[in-house]
């Protein structure tokens, strides 16, 4: 008898459909597999065959025909054992093929007959819903992950023997119910209060996470640019639905979710070491997986003594620093995964890390310029705040002068943050950084002798076209970092000193 | 019959003899065309005296080819030219040093040296953002009122030197190697740029490696075509320090910058000055002590400012200050940045570097 079961696998962070039919004929006994499918897949034939049998459902001496479509795609991965094992039990004529077809199923199965967890269900329920599958029925594991998505009746399952009891009718199972609920209060690792001074540096940190800008702090050891970058998921802002889940999905894809959790609802905060592979940075694998520049999506990526990293490993991340996404290609597919991280970025002058302090730099030039020049001018000019640190003087250390704690920063972040979402609310993003160029003069006014300055400071060559719309929404977030609706003469002005409009170049002074 | 000049010449590329052994030679002998001639008789009793080494004697006897130095000549005339102390181009000042060198190999325009008085500028290969400042304040002012600047094309001070030099008036390279090698390397559009429209000159001919032992010697040639020498930033044990004590023992005036106390980039111009070199406090002082005019330039009228304009200004001086040092003057950061950007459009205020301020 033939039959014919949903399934699905994550695309990049979206899904697609799967089709799973089974066929029993006459013929010699034998269970084949077919549809390009990887060796994992392919086990699939010996772990559904035990799995049905310790569960008591033997499989019959006939033809039997699986087949997974479509054909021209690659199937990876176990999460398709039990949708095999239902398609093969409705063959059997054990499970009723009456209603099958609102079901998508996935999981993993045991040898026992058990079902386990698998990445990327969260992806498929999503696309599911949207194709209009409204019944999933998942590993109990990831009951959760799926529960994230409106509108979704998930049933989630421990065993096989339970999944076929619940579909013929004899035992219930409640759907789990969506819920959205607000962010977690974020974990406070390190309170700026800790750091002494270094109120520039501060500020400029403010105003990047205020407005998701990107930022490089550029300065001697000792300075607290790693600290201050610490303290940075102390104070950022909470993340909408529509973040919870994008991350959610991909952190699903790349199988990082832990048992039984449903959305992730804290920024994340990734700070890959400078000896980090390509393909762990931006994403690989022969089945494409998401990187650190799409795992710290809506979160920072901290990249500490970027010169260190590997140079190709820096260029590479123009491309995402610009698209905010990141394609990934391999022999047999591509996908795209998001990459919409905020870069926080910390550098020494010089191999010593001393410069510009000659009583403890003795580099030469030359090594200072080399050493500057790995960070290369297209990469510069994706970052919108560039903030020059010193080491903290001693009597800031020992001052007993009372520094502003993380919650009052935070307090003052989350209304620039609730100003931006009202004036992009209809929009599909939510920072003034992702302000698209086209909704640019949509969005940000400026008077006519503020747009004049600009103007000229761009035909002077010193700012790149790039950099021209980039001054700009900085503008507008320190406009909003400072409760005005306008954005004035003082607000351009600090745009621009951060942008250290000065010298647009890849580093400090050449000569 | 080779000509004096000719003589010269051989006697120049001969790369036995350090210059000071070449002159106690040539003060027995009597002049390169002489030595020239000389006779075996003659040799054996320098070697015996110990005027003569005996590789160099070798060498005499290998060179002494009318037709190779001839054809030397040549292939010398296509790389370069050359001035020899038989010429009366010879730079005047340069004749009157202990050892000068008997050959010159140049590019550019020799002329530059005459009826012009020249300023050597040293310091450190390293310098200091206070280092560099100073460069950018002194020298556009000295090559303004006419100066010529000499320095050595290197690394830090002598580079921002001549590319300072470059703005305001003439400059002149003098090298450690072969007149055709470019040492540094990153130098390449510099000493290209001075080989066609300043001067480029080197004791040594074409091909000769830069070595470190050339350096010492070169920098006796800054200080001989010098009337005096600026040193700007020296640690105490340094190249630098060398040629300054070269400056002194050839009776040039020495000027020195003076640094903080503590600071090592200092220790030398500090102990210069004690040991006798001129303090010298803004390029005017150099100036006058040389007997040039000094043009007073116009101060930036400080009228037009705001009282948290004044109170930032006044924090600032000729030693780069950080960015947030400034916030001593009690302003809230979001206020400063304003005002200290105000500043700096206004003309009066200018970075050093990124995050470091002067006052211009």
Redesign the interface.
Known sequence: MYSKINSGCPLGIDGMLVSVEADIAQGLPGLSLVGYLSSSVREAGDRVRTALRNSGYGLPPRRITVSLSPADVRKDGAGYDLAIATALLCSMEVISPDGLEEYLILGELGLDGSVRGIPGVLPVAHFASRSGIRKLIVPLENEAEASCIDGVEVYGVSGLCEMISFLNGEQSISPSGYSEDRGREPVILHDLSEIH???????GMEIAVAGFHNIIL??AAGAGKSLLAKCIPGIMPPMTYDEQLELTKIYSVAGLLKNGDGLVRTRPFRSPHTSVSASAMLGGGSVPKPGEVSLSSHGVLFLDELPEFNRGIIESLRAPLEDKEITVSRVRTSCSFPAKFMLVAARNHCPCGYY?D??R??????QI?DYQNRVSHPIMDRIDI?????PVKMEELLSSEKEEGSLLVRGRIEEARERQLFRYRGEAFHFNSELPQKKLSEYIRLSSEEEERVKQIYQRGELSARGYFRVLRLARTIADV?GRETIG??EL??A??FR?V??EGGG??A? | MLSDRQCCLWLGMLRTMKPAERQRLLDAVGSPAMLYRISDEMCLQLLHEGLLKPETLEEIRSTRDEEKIRSKERETEQTCRVVTLADAEYPALLREIPDPPVALFYRGDISLLKERKAIGVVGS?????YG?EMVRRFVPVLAGAGLLIISGLA??ID??AH?AALTAGKTVGVLGGGIDICY?Q?NFCLYEEMCRDQLVLSEYPPGVPPLGIHFPLRNRIISGLSDGILVVEAREHSGTRITADAALDQGRNVYAIPGRIG???SEGTNCLIRMGAMLTRCPEDILEDMGLDTKKTTKKRKADLTEKERRILSLLSGT?V???EL?SCGM???EM??V???L?EKGLVR??????YVKT
């Open positions: 001074g270094q109120k520039v540096m501060k500020r550029t300065g510009p000659r009583s730099c003795r580099c030469t030039e030359r310029a560039r903030i020059e640190v010193c400072n003469a003082r002005t600090e621009l000193f250290n000065s010298e400090a002074d000569v | 290969r390293t310098p200091s953002l560099k690394m830090g580079s921002l590319a540094p990153r600071d090592p980039m780069p950080f960015t947030e916030l809230p950061v979001q940045i304003p200290l950007s105000a700096e970075q050093a570097m990124r995050g470091y």
